[in-house]
């Protein structure tokens, strides 16, 4: 499909309908399709198609399955399709919280064009938003019923996936315009958070939009954790970043009591890991506001049998190559932390302490990790 169709997320509305309006105002023939999902438990979403004049035309949507995955699927696809054709660019006005790689990936399956990610931000409650680990339901912004993510882990999530990252220069209605304070600490932060991604600033142009269709494959392999670019080590005003590599494998009952110390010990922190009792196995770290997440992230290339890496994408066998050092592989400690004020000694010496100590062995060593590593194939 040949018109170019963008995705604006972003946690606020006022925040992403600047945003989409100026998209609007500066592409003459663009549209742009809303679905607020605040009913969306109850199996309702009030659908929005507008133009730089307003609203041309909203509805009640009911879904078979109160979901973004089923608004997509039933609804957003077969409007986008039936504008394609006179638009000069679709705009996909993304709901609070709903994250842009479920929807960016269901559209780039049936075919759309994606030119970009934007992701809209209050430069005032970024800073604050990014610590707060209250659940979507509590505060009324659920994508379906039992939703349980929280606020902080979508906001990095839409952060980190974006192509670009937008600080509006006026909000709409009668809320004041940004001050300048508040943009300088936002991009600074962002600058952690999302280093290789572009930050366009009030009065900045937004970015260009005609280029070639964006690859879903490459946006998530930004992302997954076998493939991700994951931060530098950085001290601003904003923040620290702290970057922890090691080739030793940790121990396990000793990484498992410090996860709690490590997940509130910085507003943000992910990588890879590997422990001495799982040496096949790559290991995800995931944490946000002090909620953290372990999960199987696949084999390490190491464990596998030469003639497997032709089966291997180009970009996995690119990143393994990064990380080579015999005797290991591929398998590497790679951690990152991003908070104010971060202890990098104190970082260094809690992980370090949880390495398996030269000539201690692996064998009978018991796994805390297992309940939640290993609940498929208990299944």
Known sequence: ?????????????????????????ERPGSLAVHHDLRAITGGNAVRVVRD???????????????CVTCTVREDLVPVLRSHARHAALLIVDLWDSVEPRTVAEALHAEGFGLTGVLTALDPELTPVDVCRGEPLQAVGKPGAAGDERHLAEVLVRQIEYATALVLPEVLPGVLPGTDPEDVALCADLLGHFAP??????????????????LCARDLAARLDPATARLPPGASTDAADTVVWRHTAPLHPERFFDAADALAIESVRSRGRFWLATRPDRMLA?????????????????????????????????????????????DRVQHLVFTGADLDRARIHALLGSCLLAPGESAAGLDDPFAPFLDVGEAA
Request: aromatic fraction near 4%; avoid cysteine.
């Open 1 to 25: 499909m040949s018109v170019p169709v963008v995705l604006v997320a972003g946690l606020h509305g006022p925040a992403r309908e600047a945003v989409v309006d100026r998209l609007l105002r």
């Open 52 to 66: 730089a004049a307003g609203a041309r035309d909203r509805a009640v949507v009911r879904l078979v399955h109160g």
């Open 196 to 213: 290789l991604t572009p930050v366009h600033r009030p009065g900045d142009p937004l970015p260009p939009l005609d280029g070639p269709p």
């Open 285 to 329: 770290w995931d944490a946000v506001a002090g909620i953290v997440t372990v999960e199987d992230a696949g084999p390490w290339l190491a464990s596998l049998p030469a003639a497997a890496w032709d089966l291997v994408p180009p970009l996995r066998r690119a990143a393994a190559s990064l990380d080579w050092t015999p005797p290991h592989g």
